[in-house]
């Protein structure tokens, strides 16, 4: 099932790793095996993939980063094949998302040496950018009758699914929201009217997902490839100013 119905799915720049994410979870949708260990395995990809980079195999780290967005499409695709719909899951990823930006940039800073002022720039930056994409993605998907395992407003604790410790759902929420509020606030204080909007068109949409972890992660890959790791912190720093570009489009274009 995919997260949006099929009237309102769009091109997703930060999506490319659905379709071999969607046949791992076939590959997966009978065993034992569940979305949070699928979110378990990218974790541990991505720590590979800093060791790589730290000892200089850039092209390496290049792929194990692909990989690690191609895993993080696959634990979301599992749950739905396997009709396990989680807030455990779901909070699971985003903290172990939000925890491997941070460790990818401190891994940039510590092999090009420059500023940490500027590498905790570029990580508040890739993290406005990721919230921008959720949160207007997140509330097409509310309006459409989309995919509601997120919310656009993290503000409660979630009742537990189905088959969910309640308590775990509580100390993974708790987690998240620690991690998450400021971006969140950040964002909604930007533009509280979103909501309000009619469901955003493709074209939208599409220009919004160049700032999804996906795509962020390509970049970064890119920049490895050709051996210009040392701009990813202050490409990244830049690229958060395209946010006010999309703000302004969806509140002087895509008024309530």
């Not at 994409?133 to 998907?141: A, E, F, G, S, W």
């Not at 068109?201 to 970064?220: A, N, R, V």
Request: include cysteine; charged fraction near 15%.
């Amino acid at each position: 099932m995919a997260k949006l119905p099929k009237e309102y799915q769009f091109l997703d720049l930060s999506d490319y790793g659905r379709t071999p994410g969607h046949w791992i979870a076939s590959k997966l949708q009978y065993t034992d095996l569940t979305a949070i260990h699928v979110t378990t395995m990218f974790i541990i990809t991505g720590f590979v993939a800093i060791g790589f980079l730290l000892n200089g195999y850039l092209i390496t780290a290049a792929f194990l980063l692909v990989l690690k967005s191609i895993l993080d499409a696959a634990d979301g695709e599992l749950a739905r094949l396997k009709k396990t719909p989680s807030y455990v899951g779901r909070y699971y990823d985003s903290i172990a998302d939000l925890l491997l930006n941070f460790c990818f940039l401190l891994t940039f800073w510590y092999i090009t040496e420059i500023s940490v002022i500027y590498m905790l720039l570029a990580f508040f930056g890739i993290q406005l950018q990721g919230t921008l994409y959720n949160y207007y993605y997140v509330i097409l998907r509310n309006s459409v009758q989309g995919d509601s395992t997120s919310r656009i407003f993290e503000s409660t604790t979630p009742k537990a699914f189905k088959g969910e410790n309640q308590s775990s759902v509580t100390l993974f929420y708790t987690i998240y929201n620690v991690l998450y509020i400021c971006f969140d606030k950040c964002m909604y204080y930007m533009d509280k009217d979103a909501r309000y909007s009619k469901p955003f068109p493709k074209w939208f949409m599409t220009l919004i997902s160049l700032y999804g972890l996906g795509f962020q992660l390509l970049l970064m890959a890119l920049m490895l490839v050709f051996n210009l790791e040392s701009f990813v912190i202050p490409f990244f720093i830049g690229y958060t100013l395209l946010m006010l570009v999309f703000i302004c489009i969806r509140k002087l274009i895509l008024k309530p």
